[in-house]
């Protein structure tokens, strides 16, 4: 265990408390069991070593382990827990649980076991909490993370620091804000930077580097994520990469179910579960029309990849404007709203907005007869009436 709290502390030596993912604040952390999901690279392991650094003057009382680590080739958590009580631990902090084999059962066990331990777990967004072998939905407090908002990019980056904005005030006083920021800031220079690295927080470790990095860590998730969770194949993710090449060449991408499964040499019923995975995994967006039900047979209208670094990570030459302002929007509203495609517009958020997304030349004709109707506008900094800018919906978290 010696090995196991020596590299605690190098962790919680290095961490930087400065800034904190819009996440911090929102999680309950009184709770005794919290769970944390979220897409590799988002800052789960930063998070809960900040939380640590900050709460915790007798580092005795807490613990980070990675149970992807060596130690437990020979050791059990149970034995972990066991050693950390009987010297005085009150609150362990479990990542990479997706890793660990039987971390559900144990995680009950524990739980039930030693009233007085909180406990704090992360794991892949491919992981289904609930779905474990150990029920875990009336003890855990669940949460999920996000990459990188625009608004947080900016804190970030030392730039701009101000709360999340709500949507209605976007709608409704896009003009007074944005005349607000873009009279302290040039923000459009920014927002070309986000678009381009600014999703994940571990851009900060070298921005010339980041895209490969960005493949590395697809690679890792489909490699190594996935089996821990999902009982796949070699064969199966070698199709799944396959699948998600084809994706990232043609987003926006109105899915041909019939063609996708033949040029990955899988059935329907499988090429819908591979989609299912990426999108868990964080890297790709699917959109229903509002019109279909929400049935795992139902194919998506549209697909998106997750977010824009991943867009110029994955392209093979120059990214589609189009594609970059519509990945845009997708990401950073889908976070605290339900989108929907629409046949009028690009999307209906909540059942109400329609929002159609262009460039600056785009008009109204398409949606003018709709009401609660908007054009999301890139390349301008202050917008109009119901023309606003595209970059104010990285506000939103």
Not at 135 to 147: M, P, T
Not at 288 to 317: F, V, W
Request: glycine share 6%; with cysteine.
């Amino acid at each position: 265990m010696d090995s196991l709290i020596g590299h605690y502390n190098r962790l919680l030596n290095a961490v930087n408390t400065t800034y904190h993912r819009y996440l911090y604040n929102e999680i309950n952390w009184n709770n005794r069991l919290i769970a944390i999901t979220g897409a590799r690279g988002t800052g789960k392991t930063t998070m809960l070593l900040q939380y640590i650094k900050k709460n915790f003057p007798d580092r005795s009382k807490a613990i980070y382990i990675s149970l992807d680590n060596i130690w437990f080739t020979k050791n059990s958590l149970s034995d972990l827990v066991n050693q950390f009580q009987a010297y005085g631990g009150t609150h362990l902090f479990l990542d990479e649980v997706h890793r660990y084999p039987t971390w559900s059962i144990e995680i009950k066990n524990i739980y039930d076991s030693y009233p007085d331990l909180h406990v704090v777990f992360t794991g892949s967004s491919i992981l289904e909490i609930y779905k474990s072998n150990a029920d875990l939905s009336r003890r855990a407090i669940s949460y999920h993370l996000c990459g990188l908002s625009f608004r947080e990019f900016l804190a970030f980056e030392n730039i701009l620091n101000i709360e999340p904005l709500p949507l209605n005030d976007i709608l409704q006083k896009h003009q007074t804000i944005a005349g607000d920021i873009t009279s302290k800031i040039k923000i459009l220079p920014e927002y070309k930077k986000y678009i381009q690295y600014g999703y994940y927080p571990f851009y900060k470790e070298g921005v010339k580097d980041y895209p490969l990095r960005l493949q590395n860590i697809i690679n890792t998730i489909l490699e190594n994520d996935l089996p821990a969770v999902e009982k796949v194949e070699y064969v199966t993710i070698q199709k799944i990469k396959k699948m998600l090449m084809i994706v990232s060449s043609l987003v926006p991408f109105s899915p041909n179910i019939t063609k996708l499964s033949t040029e990955i040499e899988a059935n329907r019923a499988n090429t819908l579960r591979y989609l299912g995975y990426l999108e868990k995994a964080g890297l790709i967006i699917s959109y229903l029309s509002p019109q279909k039900g929400m049935s795992s047979m139902n194919k998506p209208n549209k697909i998106y990849l997750d977010n824009t670094n991943l867009l110029y990570a994955l392209s093979e030459s120059n990214v589609n404007q189009g594609n970059i302002r519509e990945t845009f929007f997708a990401n950073q509203m889908r976070v605290l709203h339900k989108l929907n495609t629409s046949n009028q517009g690009d999307f209906v958020a909540d059942d109400i907005f329609t929002f159609e997304i262009g460039g600056v030349n785009k008009n109204f004709n398409q949606i003018k007869d709709l009401s609660n109707s908007f054009v999301a506008i890139d390349d301008i900094e202050t917008g109009f009436g119901n023309r606003i800018p595209l970059w104010m919906f990285g506000l939103l978290y």
